[in-house]
């Protein structure tokens, strides 16, 4: 059963960064891909990013290409996504997504619980 | 890119049949995956590939792509299935964008 558990809210003054975990468990993630998506309150999602957790090749939405980095530990348990400059407007929930080995790097099959950014002075 | 439209709204009474689109030009030429999302919720993956239904996803879903429209169709409609649904259409040159979200409303 593949669980993907992120790390806890967050809040954060304009111009600082996040730092949002995403641990793997019931499958290996180092052989899949992990995504990142945002959803804004009442909005509809919006991919930021994935990482291929084997070999660490990373791509982004080219609205927040030179904003954001993902990244994932040595034993690729745990993926990450951090995002700068920060404002008003990136006031979110993140969440970690995979296909697992059920679905392939292209679905989003299986979710994490979400982590709620709130950017605030 | 794909700019994905959805109806912000459909409702339809239980046991009926209801049916969210998602239109874009061409759309029928890519790979089109839905979630139902319920408030306070992650999404939910309920079609992938179009037409794909995940284990443990009823059989009353069921989803179709050709042309300019993509859509999920969901027979038998009970109350649990009242939440949002998006389109996403997989495509890199466009960053794998969603569409706008229907609220099903379960009369």
């Known amino acids: 059963q593949v669980h993907l558990v992120q790390s806890g809210a967050e809040v954060k003054k304009p111009g600082a960064s996040v730092k949002v975990s995403c641990k793997a468990s019931g499958y290996t993630l180092f052989s899949n891909a992990i995504h990142w998506v945002r959803q804004a309150p009442g909005q509809r999602p919006e991919w930021m990013g994935w990482i291929n957790a084997g070999n660490g090749n990373t791509k982004y939405s080219q609205k927040f290409q030179g904003r954001v980095t993902i990244t994932r530990d040595t034993s690729a348990t745990t993926a990450y996504m951090e995002l700068y400059s920060l404002r008003s407007e990136d006031t979110a929930v993140y969440y970690c997504?995979?296909?697992?080995?059920?679905?392939?790097?292209?679905?989003?099959?299986?979710w994490g619980q979400g982590t709620l950014v709130t950017v605030s002075s | 890119s794909f700019v994905l439209t959805q109806p912000p709204s459909v409702s339809v009474a239980p046991g009926k049949t209801a049916r969210i689109t998602c239109g874009e030009n061409?759309?029928?030429?890519?790979?089109v995956h839905w979630y139902q999302q319920k408030p306070g919720q992650a999404p939910v993956l309920v079609i992938y590939y179009d037409s794909d239904r995940p284990s443990g996803i009823p059989e009353r879903f069921s989803g179709s792509n050709s042309g300019n429209t993509a859509t999920l169709t969901i027979s038998r409609v009970e109350a649990g299935d009242e939440a949002d649904y998006y389109c996403?259409?997989?495509?890199?040159?466009?960053?794998?964008?969603f569409g706008g979200g229907t609220k099903l409303t379960v009369l």
């Open positions: 061409n759309i029928g030429s890519q790979s």
């Open positions: 996403q259409v997989w495509d890199s040159s466009s960053d794998h964008p």
């Open positions: 997504a995979s296909g697992g080995d059920d679905y392939g790097a292209y679905v989003l099959g299986y």
